[in-house]
């Protein structure tokens, strides 16, 4: 007796269309975890700038109610120091300042400068004013702290490319009450 076989060609490959198929799904999602991965690189360098300066803050308000003198934080272009008030805003203050103390300071000297990131901005408000103003070359602006452990009260807005965030801080513990964060998806 002879049987009949069914003799069913089953496909061996992949046909032209689930290969593209697949390709075009690849393809969109390693754009987006790019994307994802610039996108958050931005935010991570301001969050990081923002923790700097807030810890900077908490350092300038203790060394002023240890010291008992007023001390401030220093904004120029491209960076942030913590000195004395009456130092504050000259030209040649880190360099005097870093000269004068003794070799027991030396390692709270370490921690008394900011150097920003090339791109990032930082634009300073003071307390009651809607005028944001920007750190650009030979413009200072300073933020004091006096020995009674207050300070003024300030917002910064720190800006990298497309991104920003905006922080205001509080007068009695020197730390970010308010924060807002700003982006722009080209």
Not at 1 to 21: D, N, Q
Not at 77 to 88: D, S, T, Y
Not at 102 to 116: A, G, V
Request: hydrophobic share 40%; glycine share 6%; charged share 25%.
């Amino acid at each position: 007796m002879i049987s009949a076989a069914k003799t069913t060609r089953s496909p061996r490959g992949f046909t032209l269309l689930e290969i593209v198929i697949v390709l075009t799904i690849s393809s969109i999602v390693i754009g987006g975890a790019i994307g994802l991965a610039i996108y958050s690189g931005d935010e991570r360098i301001l969050r990081d700038a923002t923790g700097e300066i807030e810890l900077m803050a908490k350092r300038a308000r203790t060394i002023a109610i240890l010291k008992q003198t007023p001390y401030a934080l220093e904004f120029r272009e491209g960076a942030v120091r913590i000195m004395p008030l009456v130092q504050a805003g000259l030209s040649e203050a880190p360099k005097l300042q870093q000269a004068e103390e003794n070799s027991e300071m030396s390692s709270e000297n370490q921690n008394r400068e900011f150097i920003l990131n090339s791109g990032l901005s930082v634009f300073f408000r003071h307390w009651n004013t809607e005028k944001w103003l920007t750190t650009v070359k030979n413009d200072v602006h300073v933020w004091r702290f006096d020995p009674d452990g207050l300070c003024e009260p300030i917002s910064l807005r720190l800006v990298l490319d497309d991104s920003s965030v905006e922080n205001t801080y509080h007068p009695l513990t020197a730390t970010a009450v308010e924060e807002e964060s700003f982006s722009e998806i080209r």
